[in-house]
Protein backbone atom coordinates (compact mmCIF):
# COMPACT_ATOMS: atom_id res chain seq x y z
CA UNK A 1 0.00 0.00 0.00
CA UNK A 2 2.76 2.77 0.65
CA UNK A 3 4.58 1.91 -2.44
CA UNK A 4 1.38 2.25 -4.19
CA UNK A 5 1.19 5.91 -2.47
CA UNK A 6 4.08 6.16 -3.16
CA UNK A 7 4.25 6.07 -7.05
CA UNK A 8 1.05 7.65 -7.24
CA UNK A 9 2.77 11.08 -5.80
CA UNK A 10 5.33 10.51 -8.20
CA UNK A 11 3.22 10.20 -10.86
CA UNK A 12 0.78 13.24 -10.06
CA UNK A 13 4.31 15.75 -9.59
CA UNK A 14 5.97 13.85 -12.69
CA UNK A 15 3.44 13.91 -15.07
CA UNK A 16 0.81 16.13 -14.37
CA UNK A 17 2.04 19.40 -15.77
CA UNK A 18 2.50 18.34 -19.36
CA UNK A 19 -0.81 16.76 -20.37
CA UNK A 20 -4.04 18.68 -20.14
CA UNK A 21 -6.31 18.08 -17.47
CA UNK A 22 -10.67 17.25 -17.77
CA UNK A 23 -13.28 16.16 -15.74
CA UNK A 24 -15.74 13.39 -15.85
CA UNK A 25 -18.45 12.27 -14.18
CA UNK A 26 -20.62 9.09 -14.31
CA UNK A 27 -22.88 6.15 -12.57
CA UNK A 28 -22.67 2.80 -11.95
CA UNK A 29 -24.00 -0.30 -10.98
CA UNK A 30 -22.70 -3.66 -9.45
CA UNK A 31 -22.32 -6.07 -6.44
CA UNK A 32 -21.32 -5.98 -2.55
CA UNK A 33 -20.50 -8.90 -1.15
CA UNK A 34 -19.61 -8.71 3.21
CA UNK A 35 -16.71 -11.09 4.62
CA UNK A 36 -16.38 -11.60 7.91
CA UNK A 37 -17.43 -13.49 11.23
CA UNK A 38 -20.74 -14.81 9.27
CA UNK A 39 -19.79 -15.72 5.82
CA UNK A 40 -18.64 -19.48 5.33
CA UNK A 41 -14.98 -20.77 5.08
CA UNK A 42 -15.37 -21.19 1.20
CA UNK A 43 -16.18 -17.90 -0.79
CA UNK A 44 -18.24 -19.57 -3.52
CA UNK A 45 -20.74 -20.90 -0.61
CA UNK A 46 -21.78 -17.02 0.01
CA UNK A 47 -23.68 -16.64 -3.34
CA UNK A 48 -26.64 -15.77 -1.07
CA UNK A 49 -24.34 -12.79 0.36
CA UNK A 50 -24.03 -11.30 -2.70
CA UNK A 51 -26.15 -7.84 -3.23
CA UNK A 52 -27.31 -5.00 -5.66
CA UNK A 53 -24.93 -1.89 -5.37
CA UNK A 54 -25.20 1.67 -6.90
CA UNK A 55 -22.52 4.17 -7.31
CA UNK A 56 -22.27 8.11 -8.42
CA UNK A 57 -18.91 9.44 -8.91
CA UNK A 58 -16.99 12.79 -10.10
CA UNK A 59 -13.36 11.88 -11.25
CA UNK A 60 -10.71 14.63 -12.25
CA UNK A 61 -7.72 13.05 -14.41
CA UNK A 62 -4.70 15.04 -13.89
CA UNK A 63 -2.87 13.32 -16.57
CA UNK A 64 -2.63 10.29 -19.01
CA UNK A 65 -1.85 8.22 -15.67
CA UNK A 66 -3.17 9.64 -13.12
CA UNK A 67 -6.99 10.18 -11.28
CA UNK A 68 -8.29 11.07 -8.51
CA UNK A 69 -12.06 10.42 -7.75
CA UNK A 70 -14.78 11.17 -5.85
CA UNK A 71 -17.04 8.37 -5.08
CA UNK A 72 -20.84 7.85 -3.42
CA UNK A 73 -22.13 4.36 -2.70
CA UNK A 74 -25.27 2.77 -1.69
CA UNK A 75 -25.72 -0.80 -1.04
CA UNK A 76 -26.32 -3.59 1.05
CA UNK A 77 -23.92 -6.08 3.12
CA UNK A 78 -25.56 -9.90 4.60
CA UNK A 79 -24.10 -12.93 6.05
CA UNK A 80 -26.20 -15.74 7.41
CA UNK A 81 -24.31 -18.86 9.51
CA UNK A 82 -26.76 -21.72 7.55
CA UNK A 83 -24.63 -20.51 4.53
CA UNK A 84 -21.58 -22.54 5.78
CA UNK A 85 -20.42 -26.05 5.96
CA UNK A 86 -19.50 -26.38 9.23
CA UNK A 87 -21.47 -27.49 11.86
CA UNK A 88 -20.16 -25.20 14.80
CA UNK A 89 -21.17 -22.45 12.52
CA UNK A 90 -24.35 -23.98 11.37
CA UNK A 91 -25.11 -24.12 15.27
CA UNK A 92 -24.40 -20.82 16.20
CA UNK A 93 -27.21 -19.52 13.88
CA UNK A 94 -26.66 -15.89 13.39
CA UNK A 95 -27.19 -13.92 10.77
CA UNK A 96 -27.52 -9.85 9.59
CA UNK A 97 -28.07 -7.52 7.00
CA UNK A 98 -27.26 -4.25 6.90
CA UNK A 99 -27.47 -1.14 4.44
CA UNK A 100 -24.74 0.43 3.05
CA UNK A 101 -23.25 3.96 2.64
CA UNK A 102 -19.83 4.93 1.49
CA UNK A 103 -18.11 8.18 1.08
CA UNK A 104 -14.67 7.55 -0.50
CA UNK A 105 -11.39 9.46 -2.73
CA UNK A 106 -9.69 7.32 -4.94
CA UNK A 107 -6.74 7.89 -6.70
CA UNK A 108 -6.30 5.76 -10.17
CA UNK A 109 -3.09 4.66 -11.78
CA UNK A 110 -3.54 3.92 -15.36
CA UNK A 111 -0.63 2.03 -16.27
CA UNK A 112 -0.01 2.09 -19.56
CA UNK A 113 -1.67 5.65 -20.02
CA UNK A 114 -5.02 6.55 -21.44
CA UNK A 115 -6.59 9.39 -23.17
CA UNK A 116 -9.72 10.07 -25.08
CA UNK A 117 -9.12 9.89 -29.01
CA UNK A 118 -5.58 8.18 -28.45
CA UNK A 119 -4.83 4.92 -30.19
CA UNK A 120 -5.50 2.59 -26.77
CA UNK A 121 -9.19 2.84 -26.19
CA UNK A 122 -8.37 0.24 -23.07
CA UNK A 123 -6.69 1.16 -20.30
CA UNK A 124 -6.13 -1.11 -16.96
CA UNK A 125 -5.76 0.97 -13.51
CA UNK A 126 -5.06 -0.04 -10.41
CA UNK A 127 -6.81 1.97 -7.48
CA UNK A 128 -6.55 2.62 -3.52
CA UNK A 129 -8.35 5.63 -1.47
CA UNK A 130 -9.63 6.11 1.38
CA UNK A 131 -13.21 6.00 2.61
CA UNK A 132 -15.89 6.30 5.45
CA UNK A 133 -18.84 4.53 5.84
CA UNK A 134 -22.59 3.73 7.93
CA UNK A 135 -23.81 0.19 8.45
CA UNK A 136 -26.71 -0.32 10.65
CA UNK A 137 -26.89 -3.99 11.03
CA UNK A 138 -30.25 -6.10 11.29
CA UNK A 139 -31.89 -9.51 12.01
CA UNK A 140 -35.70 -11.36 11.81
CA UNK A 141 -36.34 -12.48 14.93
CA UNK A 142 -40.17 -13.41 15.62
CA UNK A 143 -40.96 -12.29 12.69
CA UNK A 144 -39.85 -8.59 13.19
CA UNK A 145 -36.57 -6.91 12.06
CA UNK A 146 -34.91 -6.01 15.03
CA UNK A 147 -31.31 -3.25 15.21
CA UNK A 148 -28.73 -5.30 16.99
CA UNK A 149 -26.07 -2.55 17.75
CA UNK A 150 -28.89 -0.60 20.06
CA UNK A 151 -28.61 -3.63 21.89
CA UNK A 152 -25.40 -4.68 22.92
CA UNK A 153 -25.61 -8.68 22.10
CA UNK A 154 -22.15 -8.91 23.32
CA UNK A 155 -22.42 -7.13 26.57
CA UNK A 156 -21.59 -3.95 25.22
CA UNK A 157 -22.78 -1.08 27.99
CA UNK A 158 -22.09 -3.14 30.90
CA UNK A 159 -19.62 -2.42 33.70
CA UNK A 160 -16.63 -4.36 32.56
CA UNK A 161 -17.23 -4.50 29.27
CA UNK A 162 -16.96 -1.88 25.98
CA UNK A 163 -19.18 0.85 24.82
CA UNK A 164 -21.67 0.00 22.31
CA UNK A 165 -20.03 0.06 18.78
CA UNK A 166 -19.89 3.14 16.69
CA UNK A 167 -22.55 2.67 13.21
CA UNK A 168 -19.94 4.58 10.95
CA UNK A 169 -16.40 3.36 10.78
CA UNK A 170 -13.06 4.07 8.06
CA UNK A 171 -12.20 1.65 5.38
CA UNK A 172 -9.66 1.60 2.70
CA UNK A 173 -10.67 0.56 -1.04
CA UNK A 174 -8.13 -1.01 -3.21
CA UNK A 175 -8.20 -3.29 -6.47
CA UNK A 176 -8.13 -2.88 -10.19
CA UNK A 177 -9.82 -2.16 -12.97
CA UNK A 178 -10.25 -1.45 -16.86
CA UNK A 179 -11.62 1.38 -18.59
CA UNK A 180 -12.86 1.30 -21.77
CA UNK A 181 -13.18 4.39 -24.27
CA UNK A 182 -17.04 3.53 -25.59
CA UNK A 183 -17.01 7.24 -28.05
CA UNK A 184 -15.53 10.62 -27.72
CA UNK A 185 -17.41 11.55 -24.87
CA UNK A 186 -17.89 8.10 -23.25
CA UNK A 187 -15.99 5.83 -21.43
CA UNK A 188 -17.00 2.37 -19.51
CA UNK A 189 -15.49 1.20 -16.47
CA UNK A 190 -14.98 -2.26 -14.75
CA UNK A 191 -13.54 -2.51 -11.54
CA UNK A 192 -13.25 -5.26 -8.23
CA UNK A 193 -12.57 -3.48 -5.07
CA UNK A 194 -11.91 -4.61 -1.68
CA UNK A 195 -12.21 -2.69 1.99
CA UNK A 196 -10.53 -2.93 4.68
CA UNK A 197 -12.45 -1.69 7.43
CA UNK A 198 -11.63 -0.47 10.86
CA UNK A 199 -14.72 -2.55 12.42
CA UNK A 200 -15.20 -5.35 13.35
CA UNK A 201 -19.15 -5.31 14.00
CA UNK A 202 -20.32 -4.56 10.20
CA UNK A 203 -21.89 -7.92 11.15
CA UNK A 204 -22.71 -7.26 15.18
CA UNK A 205 -20.39 -10.07 15.82
CA UNK A 206 -16.73 -9.87 16.89
CA UNK A 207 -15.48 -11.11 20.58
CA UNK A 208 -17.30 -13.22 23.13
CA UNK A 209 -21.02 -14.76 24.35
CA UNK A 210 -22.54 -13.52 27.56
CA UNK A 211 -24.45 -15.48 30.07
CA UNK A 212 -28.07 -15.57 29.31
CA UNK A 213 -29.60 -14.65 32.57
CA UNK A 214 -26.52 -12.20 32.92
CA UNK A 215 -26.98 -9.97 29.64
CA UNK A 216 -30.80 -10.81 29.84
CA UNK A 217 -30.47 -8.72 33.47
CA UNK A 218 -27.84 -5.74 32.26
CA UNK A 219 -28.95 -5.17 28.41
CA UNK A 220 -32.57 -6.99 28.73
CA UNK A 221 -34.04 -10.14 27.34
CA UNK A 222 -33.95 -9.32 23.79
CA UNK A 223 -30.19 -8.98 23.90
CA UNK A 224 -29.82 -12.16 25.88
CA UNK A 225 -32.17 -14.00 23.06
CA UNK A 226 -30.42 -12.50 19.72
CA UNK A 227 -26.73 -13.03 21.54
CA UNK A 228 -27.33 -16.53 22.01
CA UNK A 229 -29.44 -18.03 19.29
CA UNK A 230 -27.92 -21.84 19.28
CA UNK A 231 -31.34 -23.19 21.23
CA UNK A 232 -33.51 -21.49 18.62
CA UNK A 233 -31.17 -24.17 15.95
CA UNK A 234 -32.11 -26.72 17.85
CA UNK A 235 -36.07 -26.00 17.76
CA UNK A 236 -35.27 -25.46 21.96
CA UNK A 237 -38.05 -22.74 23.71
CA UNK A 238 -35.17 -22.58 26.03
CA UNK A 239 -31.35 -20.92 25.08
CA UNK A 240 -28.52 -23.10 25.29
CA UNK A 241 -26.74 -22.32 28.51
CA UNK A 242 -22.89 -20.66 27.73
CA UNK A 243 -20.73 -19.34 30.27
CA UNK A 244 -19.49 -15.50 29.94
CA UNK A 245 -16.33 -15.75 27.78
CA UNK A 246 -17.19 -18.46 25.71
CA UNK A 247 -16.39 -17.39 21.74
CA UNK A 248 -18.62 -16.33 19.78
CA UNK A 249 -16.97 -13.96 17.01
CA UNK A 250 -13.17 -13.65 15.51
CA UNK A 251 -12.09 -10.45 17.33
CA UNK A 252 -8.78 -10.78 15.65
CA UNK A 253 -9.34 -9.66 12.22
CA UNK A 254 -11.99 -7.09 10.70
CA UNK A 255 -14.46 -7.30 8.56
CA UNK A 256 -13.84 -6.89 4.93
CA UNK A 257 -15.83 -6.34 1.98
CA UNK A 258 -15.94 -5.71 -1.58
CA UNK A 259 -17.42 -4.57 -4.93
CA UNK A 260 -17.45 -4.99 -8.52
CA UNK A 261 -18.98 -2.17 -10.51
CA UNK A 262 -19.91 -1.35 -14.01
CA UNK A 263 -19.82 2.53 -14.37
CA UNK A 264 -20.16 4.70 -17.50
CA UNK A 265 -18.98 7.42 -17.59
CA UNK A 266 -19.30 11.15 -19.19
CA UNK A 267 -16.21 13.84 -20.38
CA UNK A 268 -16.75 17.54 -19.59
CA UNK A 269 -15.98 18.62 -23.33
CA UNK A 270 -12.92 21.50 -22.04
CA UNK A 271 -10.05 20.85 -20.53
CA UNK A 272 -9.27 22.62 -17.22
CA UNK A 273 -5.42 23.69 -15.86
CA UNK A 274 -5.18 21.84 -12.14
CA UNK A 275 -6.03 25.49 -10.73
CA UNK A 276 -8.15 26.88 -13.36
CA UNK A 277 -11.09 28.16 -13.50
CA UNK A 278 -13.14 27.29 -17.08
CA UNK A 279 -16.44 26.64 -17.07
CA UNK A 280 -17.43 23.32 -18.88
CA UNK A 281 -20.54 21.98 -20.02
CA UNK A 282 -21.20 18.30 -21.66
CA UNK A 283 -21.51 17.46 -24.86
CA UNK A 284 -24.16 14.83 -25.71
CA UNK A 285 -22.60 11.21 -25.95
CA UNK A 286 -21.97 10.76 -30.30
CA UNK A 287 -21.61 7.13 -31.49
Given amino acids: MKNLLLIFI ?10 AQYLEYGL ?17 ANIGNVNLAVQGMAKLNFSKYVAVKANLLYGKLSGDDSNSYLDWQKQRNLNFTSSLTELS ?15 NPLSPYITAGLGVFHFNPKTIFDENTVALQPLGTEGQGLPGFASKYRKVALAIPFGA ?26 DDVSTNYVAFDELAAGNGILAAQLGNR ?24 T ?15 RNVGLFGSHRHRTDCPKF
Avoid at 28 to 44: C, E, K, M, Q, R
Avoid at 105 to 119: K, R, S, V
Avoid at 231 to 251: I, K, M, N
Avoid at 255 to 269: Q, R, V
Fill in 10 to 19: ISVFGVAKTD
Fill in 28 to 44: GIGTSVYWGDLNAPDFG
Fill in 230 to 253: IGEFFGQSEPVSLPTGSQRGGADV
Fill in 255 to 269: DYYFTAMLTLTFKLN
Fill in 177 to 202: GAKLQLTNTMNISLDVLARKTFTDYI
Fill in 105 to 119: ILGELHIFGYNFGED
